[in-house]
């Protein structure tokens, strides 16, 4: 599977972005996603991640009830709607991907789960 983010740029303190990542290969549905962001100067940190199904959702604390993870599988698609930005915000969003069995309905908060991962998009949010 390879991985394409798109969509980032630069919005003010309160804007909106969302973000879109194309997948390519075969059984994109039976795949668990998710996004990560590296802001300046930090480790790599968790998002938000959706399961193959795209039923089940979770986020990280920070961006809860700000941002919605969706995916389209028959488009291989899979995005991430962000509202309410705010400059700690800012950082490369990258998409990921591991597969996962028909069991597994929910994705992976850890990183170290992911087969696949896209370039990364950037993201500055000024306040």
């Known amino acids: 599977v390879q991985l394409q983010a798109s969509g980032g740029g630069l919005v003010q303190a309160g804007g909106s972005l969302r973000l879109s990542c194309a997948a390519s290969?075969?059984?994109?549905?039976?795949?668990?996603l998710g996004w990560f962001r590296q802001s300046p100067g930090k480790e790599r940190e968790f998002v938000a991640t959706i399961g193959w199904s795209g039923r089940n959702t979770d986020y990280s604390d920070s961006v809860k009830g700000r941002f919605a993870i969706s995916r389209d599988n028959a488009k291989n698609k899979v995005y991430l709607q962000m509202n309410s930005l705010k400059p700690e915000d800012t950082g490369v969003y990258y998409c990921?991907?591991?597969?996962?069995?028909?069991?597994?309905?929910?994705?992976?908060?850890?990183?170290?789960?992911?087969?696949?991962w896209g370039q990364g998009t950037l993201v500055t949010v000024s306040s």
């Open positions: 290969g075969r059984a994109f549905g039976s795949y668990a």
């Open positions: 990921a991907a591991v597969e996962v069995p028909p069991d597994e309905t929910w994705g992976y908060l850890d990183m170290a789960r992911y087969d696949y």
